[in-house]
């Protein structure tokens, strides 16, 4: 067993361990628009739910190094207050690749990579219509876990609406099949979803 004091460790090299270890992670594509009104589009595998009552998700920004430390999806959030989550399948994977592109700001990734943007109904950022799932979100709370350099913004959002294609729903149970998410692991390494196993929770 190999024993790591992060201490000792470069952040770039923490940054490694952690995507290797925490694995395999959902991507949540996000969705914002910016006080002028420009959609931006990135996927974020530090991402997760973290309440169903009420239903509330997180996903988490990296801090660069200056001039511009902070993503455009945190500035807008701080700046409008919503964001939709889109989850990605299998089929738009290249396209969502297309939107971690480092660009300024006034870039549209809708038009980046193609996708189709789609009105929302509570909230002002659009949604990926080529994703068979979406949540609208409300901000929450933003945490300021770490603004150094490698360090986290967390961003939870309160889910206003869900929206799942008709086909891959029965009652409130999705069909993995026919969501095909894929997860992130790490470096350029990406998962299916189709290798699954059952256990029943002991009693
Ligand atoms: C699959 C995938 C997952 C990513 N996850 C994260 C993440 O969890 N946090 C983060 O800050 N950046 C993450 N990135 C990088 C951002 O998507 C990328 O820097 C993007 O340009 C940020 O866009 P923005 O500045 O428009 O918000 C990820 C990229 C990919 C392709």
Known sequence: MR???????????????????????PIAFVSTIDAAG?????????????????????????VRSDPRPYRDTLR???????????????????KMNLCAAEVPPEVDEFEISGLTPLASDLVKPPRVAESKAQMECRLHQIVRVSDKPGGGILVLGEVLRFHVLDSIIDGYKIDPDRLNAIGRMGGPMYIRTHDRFEMQRPK
């Open 76 to 94: 807008n959030i701080e700046a409008t207050g919503e964001f939709v989550v889109n989850m990605v399948s299998e089929e738009f994977a290249e």
């Open 3 to 25: 024993t790591l004091d992060p201490v000792q460790i470069a952040p770039s090299d923490i940054y490694k361990l952690m995507i290797g270890m925490i694995v395999p992670r």
């Open 38 to 62: 420009v959609s931006n589009l990135a996927p974020f595998s530090y991402f997760t739910a973290c309440s169903s009552n009420p239903p509330v998700v997180c996903f988490c920004t990296a």
